[in-house]
């Protein structure tokens, strides 16, 4: 009988696949676009669409629930705030698995997996803005006698 086999173990202990999908919920809560492998993507999926639907619900023990699960208190202020406001219409299937071909050194399948709905600009969280360098005009200097 094939009882409570029901996910991958991605050739991973339960310790590093707990911590594996902690840090790809975290980064999928903060950027709302993320690029893994298509297992990891499928595995994913389910995971981020039960934390969206325990923060749609705000209370303390949802709150502390999450925060177990997350280890992370701006991920859970943003799904409490942000995403929970941004998915309150919605029933579900609060996310999408996207393939993108496959990686150029092993040839693993890769996928895209992010919100629905998502915000563009929470992509560019990290990066630093650039700034526009003005050009110094140099004065020529006077020559002299």
Known sequence: ????LGHRKLNRTAEHRKALFQN?????????????T?????????????VIT???????????RLFSKLQDKSSV?????ILSSRYQKRQGGYSRVLKAGFR??????MAIIELVDRNLEAKKIDK???VETKEK????????K
């Open 77 to 81: 202020v943003k799904v409490f705030d």
């Open 1 to 4: 009988m094939r009882h409570g």
């Open 128 to 130: 630093p803005k650039k």
């Open 54 to 64: 325990i923060g749609k619900k705000n209370n303390l023990s949802n709150k502390k």
């Open 38 to 50: 298509l297992p990891k993507a499928k595995e994913l999926k389910p995971l981020i669409d039960k």
């Open 104 to 109: 150029y050194g092993d040839d693993a399948p």
């Open 137 to 144: 005009e140099l004065t020529p200097v006077a020559a002299s």
């Open 24 to 36: 790809m919920l975290n980064s999928l809560i903060k950027y709302e676009q993320i690029t893994t």
